[in-house]
């Protein structure tokens, strides 16, 4: 029987998408062997509100900085979606769409993770996806006595453990490059009109000039 298929969810704000989200994807498609990861645009949730910046330039920036890369695809399924966005929903069409025995990982950032118990139904997301949590450097992976509690006994040795099973571990990683950045922090040197070269894929500068992004009203 053929290898069962190994895909990767990574939603994000992504607004900008840099260079940390970027390695983290290749890296992570890497060391996982995954077919595909895709990066999920979130709908701006209400309290992070950027004048200016849509789903749609979000989206823009994503899609031309993956589209050199293989295998890291810009997917807007969440922005298309009417109503609130929710993880659960998102992981749920990529069951359907890939099937039973498909390998599906949702990736998160040690800071997302953090925050797991406050997301719409915790406990199911493991009955569709494993979570996989990438280190970000300056974030400490200490875990509420809520979120222990959802990820008691689902902790995997590693990456083969993992793929063993289709969904219901989790599994924290170091990536060989961990990048100390954050959206925030380019959107602070944005604002000052500064230098982001490097931070940010040549493609989303292209992107951010063309449409007049992130320019102070
Ligand atoms: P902001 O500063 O606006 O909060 P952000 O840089 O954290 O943004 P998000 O779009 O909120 O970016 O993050 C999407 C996902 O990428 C989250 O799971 C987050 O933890 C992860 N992530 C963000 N930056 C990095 C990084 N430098 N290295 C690894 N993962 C990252």
Redesign the pocket.
Known sequence: MADAVRIAM??????P?????L??AIELREQLALDQVHMIV?REPPH?QVPGVSGQDRFAMLSAAVAPLDGIVADARELEREGPSYTVDTLRSLRDQYGADARLMM???????LGLASWRQPDVLFSLAHIVV????G?ELVLSDEVAALVDGRKADGIDDLMACTSGCYLPLR?PT??????????ERLALEQDTRYLLAPEVLSVIAERQLYRQQ
């Open positions: 990574f939603g994000g704000t992504f607004n998408v840099h260079v940390g989200h390695r983290a979130n992070r990736v998160v950032g040690v800071d997302a993770f990438i280190q970000r450097p974030a990536l961990p990048i100390e950045l954050s959206a925030t922090a380019i959107r």
